[in-house]
Nanobody, 126 residues
Framework: VQLQASGGGLVQAGGSLRLSCAGS????????MGWFRQAPGEDREFVAY????????DYADSVKGRFTASRDNAKEQLFLQMNNLQPEDTAVYYC????????????????????WGQGTKVTVSS
């Protein structure tokens, strides 16, 4: 079972990146999928989640209006479109899957997620 995140890189402030996460080894189509990030010296924090239907989403306040999480269940892929990136968005970004239903705020808890990708690094220069 594997989640593979990709799409990170170096971008200037105000720029955009699109992260992808591909699942293999089992189907993730019914899972709640999350994005988390970890900056150097910081704890891993919630960024966004999207439920199996692709419509129900939620975001950390720090990224609302700038980031959009989406998924393509047919291709077992998860995406994070990140616009207007800022230096404080610099972190390693991880995708994760929760095969059990998480209610509301609990979907922002990394302990809810059973499967994790290896992370992709995003660096935003000022």
């Amino acid at each position: 079972v594997q989640l593979q995140a990709s799409g990170g890189g170096l971008v200037q402030a105000g720029g955009s990146l699109r992260l992808s996460c591909a699942g293999s080894g089992r189907t993730f189509r019914s899972d709640t999928m999350g994005w988390f990030r970890q900056a150097p010296g910081e704890d891993r924090e919630f960024v966004a989640y999207v439920r199996w239907n692709g419509r129900d989403t939620d975001y950390a306040d720090s990224v609302k209006g700038r980031f959009t999480a989406s998924r393509d269940n047919a291709k077992e892929q998860l995406f994070l479109q990140m616009n207007n990136l800022q230096p404080e968005d610099t972190a390693v970004y991880y995708c994760a899957a929760d095969p059990d239903y998480c209610a509301g705020y609990r979907c922002a808890d990394l302990l809810e997620y059973d499967y994790w990708g290896q992370g992709t690094k995003v660096t935003v220069s000022s």
